[in-house]
């Protein structure tokens, strides 16, 4: 007889916060999360969306949805964002670390200000969230951390240099906390997705790049599939999967002028 596989799917439950929550992936982060019975915590600078999004997952999934427009890469609202948290009495069950951003060009000729901001959205602001968050999943011996990163994590990216390096981080760092939180109940998945079908190329400067793209529905389907499979990392799609495995081993040289043509569009 067949051996039964042990079944190591996580229990969705409680308040999922989740960044980034106004537009693209985030969104459908959000509403998948509300589907599936949890309360939300829903961050981003854009307080209408925010606030059309809540109401709408009411309506639709009878969940309680706390809009807290926050610019992440403020370091003293992130602080107010965390406290105010705190102060309502809501734990989090499931941080959803989304929110980011990429700028194309040279990197002699960005606006540094911009890519500052950059890897304070995209490295800094995750890592105090996770920081603030983990400790009480820990001690509750449940919860997840989904940080979102991307397949530009899996080799250095010419003219999307921050990006790509900043994505690196995510990997790297979520794989370490992977490995820490090993028989504390709590999970942590690096998301990559490829090039998603959501406002982030025309945000990056360069609305034409990478033409092919996948839905948010994909990705956010992929995300919770490797979660319950208590998986490291994902990548979302076949083909994003063989061109991540293949840039990771190639050598630098190879894959540098393939990553910059990527960037073209
Ligand atoms: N789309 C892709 O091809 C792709 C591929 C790989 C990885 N990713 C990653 O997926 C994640 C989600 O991106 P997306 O594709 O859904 O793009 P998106 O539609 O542009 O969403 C980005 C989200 O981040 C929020 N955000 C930006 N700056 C912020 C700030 N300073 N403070 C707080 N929130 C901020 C935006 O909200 P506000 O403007 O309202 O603040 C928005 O909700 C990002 O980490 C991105 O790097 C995307």
Redesign the pocket.
Known sequence: MAEKRPDHSFSLQGTALV????????RHYAEFLARAGLDLIL????AD?LKELAEGVLQRHGRAATVLP????DRAARRALMAEVTDRGVQVDVLVN?????TKGNFAELEPDRII?EIE??CVALTELARHFLPGMIERRHGAIIN?A???GFQPWPTMSVYGAT?AYVRSFSQALWSETRGTGVRVLSVC????D????A?TGSPGM?PR?RT?EQVVQSTFRALNRDALEVVDGPLNRLTSFVAAVAPARVVLPIARQWAKG
């Open positions: 960044t980034g929550a106004s537009s693209g992936l985030g961050v981003a600078r854009r969306e926050t610019d992440l890469t989304n929110a980011g951003f990429g901001r959205l995209n979102i991307s397949t530009a994505k997705p490829g090039a998603t959501t406002e982030w190329m945000n990478l793209r948010t």
